[in-house]
């Protein structure tokens, strides 16, 4: 039976069912007690000890499927239900039990169930085949990109200040030229946080003067401050959730943003990045994978388009645009939907939640007219901490033609304009500063 | 009370159906492996589809007591697991102050009286001063016990770490007493309602089932089930109403318990079909918020 379920457990991990030696022992043991007669307790048996995860359900049912052979011939009972006990169920039993237990049951049956390929060709092909990006994606990606790539790109300061790169407007259009331009300056933007935020940290470390205490201390000194004891804040580990629109528009703040986060942030189970253009998808791993110039399985640099938002922010040598396109369950072409985005989030176990949450959102609020939604957004903000927003975009144009950010800024405790690089560093340094 | 030796998935199913609970194979199953393989049952699923019923029915399919641990963020050690019971200490330690003094009486320095104290005091720490919590009560408990440790979602991770420890062995470790271990190896259940994401090691330990919101044909079985009064057109007009409900963006999707507080609610005042001026009276059973209400009602009369 165990190299058999072995080679199930195999198909399952190749499909990113995760399951350990240790489940595949619980599963052994489940199928033994249970039995290969009852094909639906068989399963049963096999999901609640290799499936831990509700994602997984359905690429087990597919594996099961394709390994397990349903019945070939079923007869119906009175009620309409596959008869358990007919003969087909029974040839089914003879077969499972072929499969589970090769040594137990020899004969050609057993002898072709287990010469036979663990998976059949289409199933084998899909998992083989890495995630293709849709070109009809890229097409209107690359249209939508042509068109203002060539355009003057405007900046709204004057003076020298317009001229230095922290300022340029990150929703002009740029081309990844000036994007990689803009990137050069990022590690100097980094040092510089960095310096703020460890200054802060020895002034956090040193304390504030305990007033109630420095009174009771100095009694005896006929109450001249002679002693000053100083009251440390205590020292919290705090959980962020980094919610990010990618859709056109703001793609390149969020690149770069995730950039500098990335340097006083550790990304794992603390610290999750949640991307979104009409549903949110969590893309921590991927993400992290990107900042350390790993290449993703789905990665592929080939496919990616130079015209794409993102593609000159490359922190370790993998544009910020490919990363994008190598996430199957973006759509990156869907018009932004906020209002539906936090519905899903606050359904799903994505949902930031606990007294430890800080949840930054970086977005311009634009629905498309959609419904905003914005109770989900005060449900999933009664849950945190504290909620920051940057805004990749003037203050002046907040509010107009499809904005809803009015409607969701009385749930929101921070307000970051984040047009440029210094708006994103100064949420970036909100956001440490509330963590 | 059931025989363990007799336990099957059939017979579960059976004895939950007789007592008012549909239940599917899949949870047959996996409480039949947990039975006999002695691991843990971690039910995963939305608010209000019987989690915590099925602990409640298998305790009392056992003849168990039924010993639930209701998490929430900040639980820590000492609500779950022991704490001292520093007043009986207290109260002891004033009563026996006389006492105390006697024997002490006879010490001839400080040195030889920190001995002989020493040496009385660890009675203030034995387990008679011992206030055992959920998890310690599950872990000594001489009878058989049914351990729910629901909403674990709900707790802290360095909580679920903790309960890791205690789940692998069935042991608790007290410094001033000892290493306490399971006379028997209660019967553990897990609920979540998926707000947040369990580790794997506490996965891993675990039977794994998903109970989502029942089909059509299940829901309908436990509002004629549950809600006799009702009549089968009424039954299968509230399931159907309940499960387009649940496809609508609401902030609380309706539970299995809200449909049939509302079957129950329709029976009550009378209704035979669902009218409009019966929804508005009797809705507040199925939906519990303001916005929600307002949502639904607003469709309804889109739709009219």
């Known amino acids: 039976m165990i190299p058999a379920l072995s080679r199930f457990v195999e198909a399952l991990r190749r499909e990113g069912i995760d399951a350990s030696p240790a489940e595949t022992v619980d599963a052994t043991r489940a199928v033994e007690h249970v039995g290969p007669e009852n094909r639906e307790r068989f399963r049963d048996a096999l999901r609640l000890s290799l499936v831990k995860r509700r994602e997984g359900l359905a690429a087990f049912a597919r594996v099961f499927d394709a390994f397990f052979a349903p019945p070939a011939r079923g007869r119906r009972d009175r009620k309409g239900e596959r008869s358990t006990t007919g003969a087909g169920m029974r040839s089914t039993g003879r077969a499972l039990e072929a499969t589970v237990r090769p040594g137990s049951a020899p004969g050609a049956r057993a002898r072709r169930a287990a010469a036979r390929p663990v998976l059949p060709a289409s199933i084998r092909s899909d998992i083989e085949r890495s995630p293709r990006v849709p070109t009809r994606r890229i097409g209107r990606l690359r249209e939508a990109a042509l068109a203002p790539d060539g355009a003057p790109s405007e900046v709204s300061r004057s003076g020298a200040a317009a001229e230095r790169p922290e300022y340029r407007d990150l929703t002009r259009p740029l081309p990844s030229s000036e994007e990689r331009a803009l990137a050069a300056t990022i590690p100097g933007l980094v040092d510089k946080l960095r310096l703020r935020v460890s200054r802060r940290a020895r002034r956090a470390r040193r304390g504030r003067i305990w007033a109630r205490r420095a009174f009771r201390d100095n009694l005896s000194r006929g109450g001249v401050p002679f002693v000053l004891p100083r009251r440390a804040a205590k020292l919290r580990r705090s959980r962020v959730v980094l919610l990010v629109d990618v859709s056109f528009s703001t793609a390149r703040a969020t690149g770069f943003f995730l950039w500098m986060a990335s340097a006083f942030l550790a990304l794992g189970r603390r610290t999750r990045v949640i991307a979104f253009v009409d549903r949110p998808v969590d893309i921590t791993s991927e993400v992290d994978a990107w900042i350390r110039g790993r290449r993703e399985p789905g990665v592929t640099r080939s496919a990616v388009s130079t015209r794409v938002p993102g593609a000159g922010i490359r922190p370790a040598g993998i544009g910020f645009d490919a990363l994008l396109l190598s996430i199957p369950h973006l759509n990156l072409s869907a018009p932004s939907d906020y209002g539906r985005t936090f519905h899903a989030l606050l359904r799903s176990r994505m949902r930031p939640a606990g007294r430890d949450t800080v949840l930054v959102v970086l977005g311009d609020g634009r629905t498309n007219r959609f419904e905003p939604l914005a109770w989900s957004l005060d449900e999933i903000t009664r849950r945190c901490r504290c909620v920051v927003w940057l805004v990749p975009e003037p203050r002046g144009r907040w509010g107009t033609g499809d904005s809803a950010l009015p409607e969701y800024l009385p749930f929101v405790d921070t307000v970051v304009e984040a047009r440029d690089l210094s708006g994103l560093a100064r949420g970036l340094d909100t956001l440490l500063r509330r963590a | ?304």
């Open chain 2, 1 to 304: 009370m059931a025989n363990t030796d007799s336990v099957t998935p059939e017979r579960i199913e059976e004895w939950f159906d007789h007592n008012g609970f549909v239940c599917t194979g899949q949870v047959a199953t996996s409480l039949y492996l947990a039975e006999v393989l002695s691991k843990p049952v971690l039910l995963e699923g939305p608010p209000g589809v019987g989690k915590t019923e099925i602990a409640k029915l298998w305790a009392r399919f056992h003849g168990a007591e039924l010993i639930r641990l209701q998490c929430y963020e900040g639980l820590d050690e000492s609500r779950a697991l022991y704490e001292w019971s520093y007043g009986k200490q207290m109260l002891y330690a004033q009563l026996l102050r006389e006492k105390v003094g006697e024997l002490l009486s006879g010490a001839g320095d400080l040195g030889s009286a920190m001995t002989m104290l020493r040496g009385q005091a660890d009675g203030f720490f034995s387990e008679d001063f011992l206030l055992a919590r959920p998890l310690l009560r599950a872990i000594t408990s001489p009878e058989p016990v049914v351990l729910l440790v629901d909403e674990v979602d709900r707790s802290d991770e360095e909580f679920e770490a903790f309960l890791l420890e205690v789940l692998s062995d069935y042991q608790v470790s007290i410094p001033e007493v000892g290493t306490l271990r399971a006379a028997r190896t209660p019967r553990v259940i897990l609920t979540s309602n998926d707000t947040r994401d369990l580790s794997d090691a506490l996965r891993r330990r675990c039977f794994f089932l998903y109970i989502d919101y029942p089909s059509l044909e299940d829901e309908l079985r436990i509002v004629e089930k549950r809600v006799p009064g009702a009549s089968a057109s009424l039954a299968e007009r509230i399931v159907r109403f309940a499960q387009s409900v649940r496809r609508a963006e609401l902030r609380k999707a309706p539970g299995i318990a809200e449909v049939v507080d509302w079957a129950l609610a329709l029976v009550a005042v009378g209704a035979e079909s669902l009218e409009r001026g019966t929804l508005e009276r009797t809705l507040g059973a199925l939906l519990k918020n303001r916005e929600d209400l307002e949502t639904v009602l607003a469709e309804l009369s889109r739709h009219r």
